[in-house]
């Protein structure tokens, strides 16, 4: 978002950031700070005195964009602090209350069809609903020494999924272990989100016999390091039924190739989102079967595979899904919109 508050149109729009974070003194805390014209903080605050602070700002419109994830503070919209309640980015489901107008998605992830099981009113963008600028940096050239620094065998096929690892079924797991066994030189690189992951995950190898060594395990490290982790991949696998939002992001800025497997919920759509918006729909899966038969095929097919990462690479400074400038205007078009419908709704 930092990218969308840096572009907002200050003649038309003015805006106030409620922060109940903790201070991380992060550099991307430190844009958002400066992009806004007011910043106020109120974690100390309970949810009706936050609301007070609200309504006496006069906000129009209360955007939240956490809805009921980690340290949520979504209770303080019940107190209707701003006349307009909007649902974004943060949670991939309704908020299932009336005093929520508006959920921001787009034609892919929610389709005007699933209105019947929203409380919020879809609302769409034209492009892809999900925020993103240019100004992250642009992986380094991969090198020999860097594959080994990463644990990555010198040669041999790298197939990637750096998403959170709680969106790993046994399913899915099951269909990357048929991956790897018919690409038999691959290796599946995965994120370490915690204590368990190598253990569990490379005995669940062990019962598709698949040899433990072939998952290699990501920790957690600072984004400019692990934006160039990505040059070393050769294909991302996303998830679902939860699929990659920030890492599918990443990874096609990165000329990282991404197939996803579509389901029927906004949060297993956001890859085919994403996919559309850089001209790649032909990675986009809608079965298992498909999804198998596509990675093998790839993983097969190098000249195929390069051409995809020459277009990803080409394209990364002209594509819509990273155009901050072109998502803002549309973004505080759709703003406005609301407003307008909320003053002949009166």
Known sequence: MAGILERHDCKRF????????????????QRIMRASEHFCLIKSLGPYESAQLIASKDIDI??????????????????????????????????????????????????????VNWVEKIIHMPDCYYPNDRSRPIPSAPTAEGRSAHGLPETGFVFVCFNNNYKITPELFGVWMQILTDIPDSVLWLYEGNQFVKANLRSEAKKNQINEERLIFAPHAPFSEHIDRYAYGDLFLDTTPYGAHTTACDALWAGLPVITLMGSSFASRVGASLLSNVGLTELVCYSAEEYRELAVKLARNPALLNNIKHTLRDTRMTSSLFDAAEFTKNFENLLENMMLTLGQNK
């Open 14 to 29: 003015e805006i106030t950031i409620f922060d109940y974070s903790d201070d991380d003194r992060s550099s991307i805390r």
């Open 62 to 115: 209360l955007i939240d964009l956490k809805g009921y994830t980690k340290k949520t503070r979504s209770e303080i919209l019940a107190f209707r602090p701003a006349p307009l309640q909007v649902n974004f980015l943060g949670y991939v489901g309704t908020l299932g209350a009336d005093w929520v107008d508006y959920v921001i998605a787009d034609k892919h992830v929610l389709p005007l069809s699933e209105q």
